[in-house]
């Protein structure tokens, strides 16, 4: 590990994100993303050779501001990105007739326009030299069904998702960029969802695996960002222990 | 020690169509990561060949015609009783037809399901025998195809073949999630094999360069398919079932 060269994963102080810098880290230098200093230091502390890894404090809720951020922190360190991963995410669960214009907008925010402006940024030769080479969005299965209460989450998750397609074909063949659609896993975004043993049990009867751990979607991002996925580009990598494809549930 | 999640020791693992193209390539990459390997293929020399190719030892082969689509789980029983139990399946064998509909014969259309699709209900039913497979469970892979998903002038026999597939890997998923077996099917685009240079000879350089160009990526490798379905089949995707891995190139993402 003598260049600079790192998987860049939003939202890695918590949940899906530090779980998935963590076992990356093992083969790879991280920039580790998220709004609080020190959890990122303490996501740090976990990750093989702790040393070897950087961190990027900021709010992706302020989407005008990634821009200058990103790049001063890319300069800063002298760092080029290769990989980005997009984890962050946010969840905000309330019927249609509550849905708050502002709270759609900071969702979509960091679910999808972070994603964009980090995307953008990233294929520019002058601030990243032509060194990325794989995408990754973690999206949800909210994306390919409806629940009742998710309405936004849905239709971020699915803009997301269009937009993975369409960077696939166009970035082609320098990039390649596919997204994870995870069924419901314990993070601290979904704690409001498990808080109830009784919900947790109607749950996991969906799931005919059963519930998942943040390590089974970790192992499905290191796949795709692998050469053993050289030929994947596009695609919506399901890994819901079949809770999408059960009917009754 | 280093964990890899993809260590196969101790695993054993039937593959047919194993004396070539995606087949062949499972095989292989199977017994590169210490796979013990259940070679299925109704070719005898491709067999023979097949076997020198593979690293490690252990490895079996049977001859055997998937056409003979009742036999299938019996034959099943009786390897994993010489050969011991199996860990996962891969049902790479596969029969190709473009043909235009005007010209169906349902003994083509017949030869095409048998293989493709019946061939992969009784190997699943064989599979899940106790006597097959391991208490704990295992995982099983179908390989499908982009044509399961989108259209293609001609291809309707095969169409069907596969996205029957893709039906059988959903409710399968279901029925056996109970007892640890997780069943997924892979999805590739055109990939270099000999199955695709038979249906090119049917097409001029136009229309070779336009499926090319259809690929964002390339015309895919056999190894590249390979790689998929050792995923699906390894702990790595220990929560992934009923879900269809399409490796195209980006061919329908366009």
Known sequence: MTQNICTLITGASSGIGRETAIKLSDSQRILLHGRDLDRLEETRQHCKNPLDHYIWAADLGDVKQIDTSLSSALSRNNIKISNFVHCAGTLHIGPLRLQEHDATIDLFNINFFSAVEISKLLIRKKINSNILHGIIFVSSTASKFGARGFSTYCASKGALDAYMRALAVELAPDVRVNSILPGAVRTSMTESIFEDVDIINRMEDGYPLGLGKQSDIASAVEFLLSSSARWITGQQLVVDGGRTVNISG | ?254
């Open chain 2, 1 to 254: 020690m280093i964990l890899n999640p993809l260590d196969f020791s101790g695993r054993k693992v039937l593959v047919t169509g194993a004396a070539s193209g995606i087949g062949l390539a499972t095989c292989k990459l199977l017994s590169e990561l210490g796979a013990s390997v259940v070679a299925v293929d109704c070719s005898e020399t491709g067999l023979a060949n097949t076997l020198n190719s593979l690293s490690g030892t252990g490895h079996t082969s049977h001859c055997f015609d998937l056409r003979d689509v009742s036999e299938i789980p019996g034959a099943l029983v009786e390897w994993a009783q010489s050969d011991g139990k199996l860990h996962g399946l891969v049902h790479a064998a596969g029969s190709s037809l473009v043909s235009p509909t005007r010209l169906f014969s349902l003994e083509s259309y017949h030869d095409v399901m048998a293989v493709n699709t019946e061939a992969a209900l009784a190997l699943l039913c064989g599979f899940q025998n106790r006597k097959v497979c391991l208490k704990e469970g295992g995982s099983v892979v179908f390989i499908s195809s982009v044509m399961g998903l989108v259209g293609s002038a001609g291809a309707s026999v095969y169409a069907m073949s596969k996205a029957a597939l893709i039906g059988l890997t959903k409710s399968s998923a279901l029925e056996f999630a109970p007892r640890g077996i997780r069943v997924n099917c892979v999805a590739p685009g055109f990939v270099k094999t000999q199955m695709y240079e038979r249906m090119a000879l049917m097409w001029n350089d136009d229309q070779r360069r336009q499926v090319e160009l259809a690929h964002p990526l390339g015309l895919g490798e056999a190894s590249d398919i390979a790689h998929s379905v050792v995923f699906l089949l390894a702990d790595t995707s220990r929560w992934i079932t009923g879900t269809v891995l399409v490796c195209d190139g980006g061919y329908t993402a366009s």
